[in-house]
């Protein structure tokens, strides 16, 4: 007697096979070294009812946040392309300050990403790209309009004995994400 399985693949998911992407960031992501697929809930409702009440699906997705960690380098640079665009989408020095942030055509330090200058250049789009265990591309998370919100604290102590290299941690908010395919098909 023979078995069959539906399973075709046995091979697991593993915890460091991914790549991540920020345009707005290209710093941030080329030292990334954790990055999230964030939850998602949807909403319940209660039907009443003269026995008990029904909890029925609700109507509205609940999108947790994207958290990314990385390593900061040395120069600072990544550390300060997060905290300039948290400046620049909270209390700039003036409205001027803003206006200049928000049509920004090309990023600073930066020779490859350009965007349209044409106003709500205060969001990115980023992608979470899923490694195989042979480290090939299999799937992406696609976020749509990120904005980072929290920026993580570094404290600097002279009584560490062992040196641990510096990693911050920002968090993002975002419309939407999407799970496709290489390919941008969804699954």
Same mark, same amino acid.
């Given at each position: 007697?023979?078995?069959?399985?539906?399973?075709?693949?046995?091979?697991?998911?593993?915890?460091?096979?991914?790549?991540?992407?920020?345009?707005?960031?290209?710093?941030?992501?080329?030292?990334?070294?954790?990055?999230?697929?964030?939850?998602?809930?949807?909403?319940?409702?209660?039907?009443?009812?003269?026995?008990?009440?029904?909890?029925?699906?609700?109507?509205?997705?609940?999108?947790?946040?994207?958290?990314?960690?990385?390593?900061?380098?040395?120069?600072?640079?990544?550390?300060?392309?997060?905290?300039?665009?948290?400046?620049?989408?909270?209390?700039?020095?003036?409205?001027? !300050?803003?206006?200049?942030? =928000?049509?920004?055509?090309?990023?600073? #330090?930066?020779?490859? +990403?350009?965007?349209? $200058? /044409?106003?709500?250049?205060?969001?990115?789009?980023?992608?979470?790209?899923?490694?195989?265990?042979?480290?090939?591309?299999?799937?992406?998370?696609?976020?749509?309009?990120?904005?980072?919100?929290?920026?993580?604290?570094?404290?600097?102590?002279?009584?560490?004995?062992?040196? !641990?290299?510096?990693?911050? =941690?920002?968090?993002?908010?975002?419309? #939407?994400?999407?799970? +496709?395919?290489?390919? $941008? /098909?969804?699954?």
């Amino acid at each position: 007697m023979s078995y069959v399985t539906p399973i075709e693949n046995r091979n697991y998911l593993a915890p460091v096979g991914f790549i991540f992407r920020i345009d707005r960031i290209p710093q941030v992501s080329y030292f990334c070294n954790q990055a999230n697929i964030p939850a998602m809930d949807l909403g319940v409702v209660i039907q009443p009812s003269y026995l008990k009440d029904v909890p029925v699906p609700g109507d509205k997705i609940e999108f947790g946040d994207l958290t990314v960690r990385y390593l900061i380098d040395e120069d600072f640079g990544n550390y300060m392309e997060i905290q300039k665009w948290i400046r620049g989408l909270g209390f700039p020095d003036s409205l001027k !300050e803003f206006n200049d942030f =928000e049509s920004q055509k090309t990023l600073p #330090n930066s020779i490859n +990403t350009i965007f349209d $200058g /044409q106003g709500d250049n205060i969001y990115s789009d980023g992608t979470l790209q899923i490694l195989s265990s042979n480290n090939v591309p299999k799937f992406q998370v696609n976020f749509k309009d990120l904005f980072p919100y929290s920026l993580s604290t570094l404290t600097f102590d002279a009584t560490d004995t062992d040196i !641990e290299y510096f990693t911050a =941690e920002v968090s993002f908010k975002y419309t #939407n994400y999407n799970i +496709t395919n290489t390919r $941008g /098909q969804d699954l």
